[in-house]
């Protein structure tokens, strides 16, 4: 099982930035595809942004454009960058790995308006 530890959420104003980390507990992560998924209160889990283990990237429409997913397998970490931040981007962003279907815990992201 692979753990995955997620960090650099927090509060930031609308047009902000962040950048998210996902850190993951073992070497398997170079030949995982990894994704980010986020959920808001009172709604489902959905997705974000996913990467390749070759580095060919995916977006959901609401945040191509804005955000861009990055990955460096050295470090077993995948990153969330987060520019022009919108209100309705608040929400708990969760890292995935699609070979280990498995998740981190979660890191909260506040866009105050």
């Known amino acids: 099982q692979v753990q995955l530890v997620e960090s650099g959420g927090g509060l930031v104003q609308a047009g902000g930035s962040l950048r998210l980390s996902c850190a993951a507990s073992?070497?398997?992560?170079?030949?995982?595809?990894m994704g980010w998924y986020r959920q808001a209160p009172g709604k489902q889990r959905e997705f974000v942004a996913s990467?390749?283990?070759?580095?060919?990237?995916n977006y959901a429409g609401s945040v191509k454009g804005r955000f861009a997913i990055s990955r460096d397998n050295a470090k077993n970490t995948v990153y969330l960058q987060m520019n022009s931040l919108k209100p309705e981007d608040t929400a708990v962003y969760y890292c995935?790995?699609?070979?280990?279907?498995?998740w981190g815990q979660g890191t909260q992201v506040t866009v105050s308006s």
């Open positions: 073992k070497s398997i992560f170079s030949s995982s595809a």
């Open positions: 990467i390749t283990s070759v580095g060919s990237t």
């Open positions: 995935r790995s699609y070979v280990s279907n498995s």
